[in-house]
């Protein structure tokens, strides 16, 4: 059995993502990295990021970004697929440049793949996540944000990345542009796997996180409305009130350890003031489902979208 690793990622260190650290968390089980490095800005230094963690296991594919030809995200699905197309493996495992897994889940991911390797009905696994907020000691419980998500895939040829790469689905006949498309679509067949995602895409800086925004912005909706839209907002993101999130008492992956002595940002932050932006998980509506669900349904999500079967 062999496994594939791969991402894709553009102006990873300008907009202070973890990609050393997401990279070379799943080193350890898989015998193949591929990397989709969309050309950045003149001031990035992704490169030399990917390059300092020095294996041999890395192979880099250098693209360059349509933003015309995949509007609306698709590009972000394009460039997965531009990676995952390249991978040799078995089972290929997906991580985004915010995603980071811990080292204490690496043996029993390896194994689940072992034990579902040829039963083929399993199309992928699913993973729980932990959405990190703001710092490294408040995470998300929320109906507003996935639970669960497909990290790991089988490498066939029907399988893409789909709308902006935050998922996959078996695609019969892909014409390579449409990765929206709904129609004539399936939903992949997938197995649980007892492993966290650590997503670390909202730990940011505060004008890193506006910035980071900024460029999504860009590439879902266009340059134009980009600055329209953020030129009514302020250059540092609010990250709303902290202390109404959960505590993480756990340990963080041992990757993130030397990236975590770098928060210098807490000052920024709020903890308890009573002035404060209202993230769309504090809205009252994701409140109160979310309290339906932690505390009457043993935290079992209702009402809310899955773009998977659960075997």
Not at 34 to 47: E, K, Q
Not at 153 to 161: G, L, T
Not at 235 to 253: E, I
């Amino acid at each position: 059995m062999t496994i594939s690793g791969f991402t894709m990622v553009r102006n990873g260190a300008k907009y202070y993502y973890p990609i050393k650290q997401a990279i070379s968390s799943i080193l350890p089980i898989v015998d193949e990295f591929v990397v989709a490095l969309g050309a950045g800005d003149p001031d990035d230094r992704t490169l030399e990021e990917i390059e300092s963690i020095g294996s041999d296991k890395i192979r880099i594919i250098h693209t360059v970004w349509d933003l015309e030809k995949y509007p609306r995200g698709m590009e972000h699905a394009h460039q997965t697929d531009i990676a995952k197309a390249a991978c040799k493996g078995d089972w290929l495992f997906y991580v985004q440049s915010d995603e980071v897994v811990h080292e204490g889940d690496l043996p029993g991911i390896r194994q689940r793949c072992e034990e579902l390797l040829h039963d083929k009905s399993i199309e992928g696994l699913l993973f729980k996540y932990r959405h990190f907020w703001g710092d490294y000691d408040h995470y998300i419980t929320s109906h507003a944000w996935y639970a669960n998500e497909i990290r790991i895939i089988r490498n066939h040829p029907d399988i893409h990345s789909w709308e902006s790469a935050q998922s996959f689905r078996r695609i019969p006949d892909f014409d390579g542009i449409q990765y929206r498309k709904k129609e004539g679509t399936y939903k992949l067949k997938v197995a649980r796997v007892d492993a966290y995602i650590y997503h670390y895409g909202w730990v940011r800086p505060p004008h890193y996180m506006q910035n980071k925004r900024k460029a999504m912005e860009v590439i879902h909706q266009g340059q134009q409305q980009a600055d329209a839209r953020f030129s009514l907002e302020k250059p540092k993101f609010d990250y709303g009130d902290l202390s109404l999130l959960t505590v993480f008492k756990d340990t963080h992956p041992a990757v993130m350890w030397e990236r975590m002595r770098l928060f210098n940002w807490a000052d920024q932050l709020n903890y308890g003031r009573k002035l404060a932006n209202r993230p769309k998980h504090e809205r009252m509506k994701y409140r109160i489902l979310t309290f339906i669900e932690q505390h009457l349904l043993g935290g079992r999500q209702i009402f809310s979208f899955r773009n998977y079967r659960l075997k």
